[in-house]
Every structure is written in C-alpha cells, then in structure tokens.
C-alpha cells in the first residue's frame, strides 16, 4: 500500500475557507486559523439570521 499523505486535501480546505474569507479585515483574511474561526462564526451567525427573518 502507498502511503497517503494529506497535502492536497489540506491545501483544498484552506483555499476554501480563506476563499471564504475573502473581505474580512486584517489576519482574517490571510491567516487559515484566524479565517477559519471567522468562517465558523460567521456560518453559526448566517444560521441563526436566517430562522429570525
């Protein structure tokens, strides 16, 4: 068996989630953890506007 190793994958999820990001100010924008933690709050906050309207 070859060994699998994750640079793709990995590399494929940053770039959606800084595509994501994108227009977001400062570091989250640019730097994976920040935006991710940005993205998630931003999806938590899409869900809950969304069963207010």
């Known amino acids: ?3 699998i190793k994750r640079g793709v994958t990995s590399h494929r999820r ?3 989630v800084l ?3 994108e227009g ?7 730097l994976f ?3 991710n933690e940005a ?8 869900y809950r506007d ?3 309207r």
């Open 33 to 35: 953890k920040r935006a």
């Open 19 to 21: 595509s994501r990001a």
């Open 39 to 46: 993205v998630m709050r931003s999806l938590q906050y899409q």
């Open 24 to 30: 977001f100010r400062g570091t989250r924008n640019r």
């Open 14 to 16: 940053h770039k959606k």
């Open 50 to 52: 969304r069963r207010t």
């Open 1 to 3: 068996m070859a060994r």
